[in-house]
């Protein structure tokens, strides 16, 4: 198994239970996810997607490992983009850990294969919604609405 | 947030984030290589960063690998950003980018 190309930290003062929640709820997701939402029925070996607001297909793949509210694995591909489609599968990493009050979140995500182009493109959009999902556990209300 | 400017305001600190942003995913003997700082000196700055959340980690096997965890940055960015001005903004440093480089 490869490293992971990037490892990204936030601290969420909220519970373990609700961060899992906005992580699997497809309506909570669109408030944060620049209003795309996952489909799966969140069991090991499911099968996972991310939907766009017009309903097309964004990324897709599959729930490695699951174990509420802590950790979740997901094997993760590009559907969009050939380019990034062409990379393969990419492993993404979800850990939450309780902090001193708040959760820590922790998403690491890395390439199966080789490649840089999916990284890069992922990698610009997590800080986004990380940065938005805060913000709505914390206040209710997002920074963000849409992308760029 | 206090954490994060602390943490940034010192210049041995940034340039081990320029080369976490170089090549991510380092181990501290990788990050002490070439560098005119001791394995202490360089150890107490990634604490300082860790505690601030500029610098994430993770460990595989006995190593420990340090990531530039850009999550915070971004958050300063946001607070005073107006999503309006984020291309504007882009146009400019891109724009800086290229002419002071145009040497290459």
Known sequence: ?148 | MDEVFKALADASRRSLLDRLHAENGQTLNELCDGLAMTRQAVTKHLGILEAANLVSTVKRGREKLHYLNPVPIHQIGERWIRKFERGKLAALSDLKRRLESSDE
Request: aromatic share 10%; glycine share 8%; hydrophobic share 40%.
């Open chain 1, 1 to 148: 198994m490869s490293k992971p190309e990037f490892v990204y930290v936030i601290y969420i003062k909220t519970t373990a239970e609700k961060l899992w929640n906005a992580l699997t709820d497809p309506d909570t997701n669109t408030k944060y996810w620049f209003g795309a939402h996952q489909e799966s029925d969140w069991k090991a070996g499911s099968s996972w997607k991310i939907v766009f607001a017009d309903g097309s297909v964004a990324d897709t793949g599959e729930i490695v490992e699951i174990d509420p509210p802590k950790r979740m694995v997901i094997r993760w591909r590009n559907e969009f983009r050939p380019e990034l489609k062409a990379e393969g599968y990419s492993r993404c990493t979800t850990q939450i850990e309780p902090a001193d009050g708040a959760v820590k979140l922790t998403i690491t995500h890395a390439l199966d294969g080789d490649g840089t182009k999916f990284i890069a493109a992922v990698s610009g959009g997590w800080p986004l919604i990380l940065s938005n999902l805060k913000s709505l556990l914390e206040t209710g209300d997002i920074a963000v609405a849409v992308k760029k």
